[in-house]
């Protein structure tokens, strides 16, 4: 293994812990927070509280465009600093909560800063980093989200039971701004030295891969659009009031904790296995196995209250629920290059954030007018099954002759 190769591996570890701490934290621990609330402030309603959800997802994909169109001409390390910092600060004011409105900018600013500070970055360094193992990187450093939301759920839970809900606030923003963020500035870079010597807009454009014009005009872009729309739509939809459902079926806010804990623990898995399975079979195969496999998993919700329901919906569901973040940066720089692949990646991002910020808002929406989420999971499993449709459906770059014979050129370069 070169020098190169173990720098590229040690920013996939630390990539993988900022995401634990960020993203992990953030985004993953609403599902705990959301019954929390609903006790604390027992006059809101559920759709009222499905609110705080989809504005964080609809403010870090409003955020994901600038932040794909700044990482194409700046550093990642910078953005993805401030956007740990943002993501800290965000947690720091919902624990001094005592109405909606601060909860609703505590969750904007989390939201800005998770989208700067995590899964998209993330993505662009390990694309620029590796070629050949890309998948398995991608899926061990995106992995970090799910672990993170495995840990930080029960970190976040027993800070809920034992000292409240705002010191669970406070207890997961701290490590994002004195750990996450220094590290970040320490270890990260957005490419390999060497290999590109030029400034980071003009070694952008040398890349191969489409221009967004053209990115545009293909069938893949769009394909790739629907598949982030039916994986947030649904993931967001589902995981969001799991942990509420479960309890509604009989489950201790313990029990139902532990279930939504183990669930990321398995999505982590899912996320190496997938990526592992994408450099063999090809992003846009793997992808629509997982909306199958994530259909199959929803199904059986209806079967938690047993025993063996629940350790079987744990297992698929959890194994392919996550898998998506990993697999659609693989697929857009399979299908659409690396030349623009942080704006292009933001405009699919849009999208993915349309979709998660529609998810809870429907699931919370059907269970007040039925009082039961039985039309939203069966509304999900259609949804995922329309997504494998799209992903299988996406096509692969092919580069043209020119560019293969100017990206050959700099061969003495480490790679």
């Not at 490590?175 to 996450?180: G, K, L, R």
Request: charged share 10%; aromatic share 10%; proline share 5%.
């Amino acid at each position: 293994m070169t020098a190169i190769e173990r720098r590229g591996w040690f920013i996939v570890a630390c990539l993988f812990l900022v995401l634990l701490l960020v993203f992990g934290g953030g985004y993953n621990t609403v599902p705990v927070f959301v019954p929390a609330l609903l006790r604390g402030f027992p006059a809101w309603s559920h759709q009222r509280v499905s609110i705080l959800p989809s504005v964080l997802a609809l403010s870090a994909g409003v955020s994901v465009l600038p932040v794909g169109w700044l990482l194409d001409r700046f550093e990642a390390r910078v953005l993805m600093v401030i956007g740990c910092v943002t993501a800290g600060c965000g947690f720091l004011v919902a624990s001094r909560a005592d109405s909606f409105a601060p909860l609703l900018i505590a969750y904007l600013m989390l939201g800005c800063g998770i989208a700067a500070g995590t899964a998209l970055p993330a993505a662009y360094v390990i694309a620029n980093w590796f070629e050949a193992r890309r998948g398995l990187a991608m899926g061990i450093a995106i992995s970090g989200s799910t672990i993170g939301g495995m840990v930080m759920t029960l970190v976040a839970g027993y800070a809920i039971r034992h000292w409240g809900w705002r010191a669970a606030y406070l207890t997961v923003a701290l490590p994002m701004i004195a750990v996450a963020a220094p590290l970040v500035a320490a270890a990260v870079r957005s490419r390999p030295p060497g290999r590109v010597k030029l400034n980071p807009r003009d070694a952008a454009a040398a890349l191969d891969g489409y221009e967004v014009a053209e990115a545009l005009r293909t069938r893949s872009f769009w394909m790739i659009a629907a598949a982030n729309f039916c994986f947030a739509f649904s993931a967001t939809g589902t995981a969001i009031y799991l942990v509420t459902h479960l309890e509604g079926v009989g489950y201790s806010q313990a029990n139902a904790a532990l279930a939504m804990s183990l669930i990321f623990g398995i999505a982590a898995l899912g996320k190496i296995l997938m990526g592992l399975l994408a450099d063999r079979l090809m992003a846009r195969r793997t992808l629509a196995l997982d909306f199958l496999i994530q259909a199959g998993g929803i199904a059986l919700v209806f079967q938690v209250a047993r025993p063996a329901g629940i350790a079987a919906f744990v297992l698929i569901y959890g194994i392919s629920i996550a898998a998506p973040l990993s697999l659609l940066p693989v697929l857009v720089a399979e299908s659409m290059g690396l030349k623009r692949f942080g704006l292009i990646g933001g405009l699919e991002g849009l999208v993915q954030t349309f979709g998660a910020a529609v998810g809870p808002i429907v699931s919370g929406r059907i269970f007040d007018a039925t009082r039961s989420y039985t039309f939203a999971f069966e509304l999900f499993i259609l949804i995922n099954l329309i997504g494998a449709l799209c992903a299988f459906s996406c096509e692969p770059f092919t580069p043209e002759p020119q560019a293969e014979l100017r990206l050959a050129r700099p061969a003495t370069a480490p790679s």
